[in-house]
């Protein structure tokens, strides 16, 4: 049995090894992106975008207002909620994140305070959020959204929108009045990775140690 543990404690190690290199990459390819001069969203969406989340895109259009909903959040300023309003662009609409507003705001207001001209957005490539918040689903039929799926609230709001992505808003120009607060995504991925290694590892080596005690004490 504690053979058999210390094989299974070994390849835990040497999978979480994996994951430590794999989110090392990722780490890096993020802080890359976050830095990196903005592509043209037409040229992300081409493809599949999800290789490109986080990564720094530019877009221009015009907001189309009756497709804008309020998603219940959290920032740095508390809670409150992130403002979705699509963007129809020469090749499509997409939707963008334009940033945080307090609890308390009323989706009339917001739809009232923005822009109706040309806009140019620069944000981060975010992917689709389906399915709803933690313990609570979206409810499309009474406009309460508590993810960011775009998928569903395209559709609730009849909106051609493309479903796999939206943009989470650094700036935008030229800047409304009473913009929501944009450029609060926090990016952050834990990496305990090593100390979980080490754990698996410390615990084969115990288990190997022990085997070897019991098969000595016989003899």
Avoid: C
Avoid at 18 to 34: C, F, N, P, T, Y
Avoid at 45 to 71: M, N, Q, W
Avoid at 90 to 116: H, K, S
Avoid at 144 to 160: E, F, G, K, L, M
């Amino acid at each position: 049995m504690l053979l058999v543990l210390a094989a299974a404690f070994a390849a835990l190690a040497v999978w979480q090894v994996q994951r430590l290199h794999w989110k090392e990459a990722l780490i890096s390819r993020v802080d890359a992106g976050m830095r990196a001069t903005p592509l043209p969203l037409e040229r992300v969406a081409a493809s599949d975008p999800a290789p490109f989340e986080y990564r720094r895109v530019i877009v221009s259009g015009r907001y189309r207002l009756s497709g804008t909903v309020l998603v219940s959040g959290a920032s740095t300023r508390g809670s409150g909620y992130w403002v979705l309003a699509p963007l129809q662009t020469a090749g499509g609409i997409a939707y963008v994140n334009r940033g945080f507003m307090p609890l308390g705001t009323r989706i009339d207001t917001v739809r009232r305070q923005t822009p109706t001209g040309p806009v140019t957005v620069i944000g981060l490539l975010r992917v689709s959020e389906p399915g709803g918040g933690f313990l609570r689903a979206n409810r499309p039929a009474e406009d309460r959204w508590y993810s960011r799926d775009i998928a569903t609230i395209a559709a609730a709001r009849h909106q051609r929108a493309d479903p796999r992505l939206f943009v989470d808003a650094f700036s935008e120009s030229p800047a409304a009045p009473y913009a929501p607060i944009a450029g609060l995504t926090v990016v952050s991925f834990p990496n305990n990775h090593l100390s979980y290694a080490l754990t698996w590892a410390a615990l084969a080596i115990l288990s190997a140690s022990g085997a070897f005690v019991l098969w000595r004490k016989p003899r």
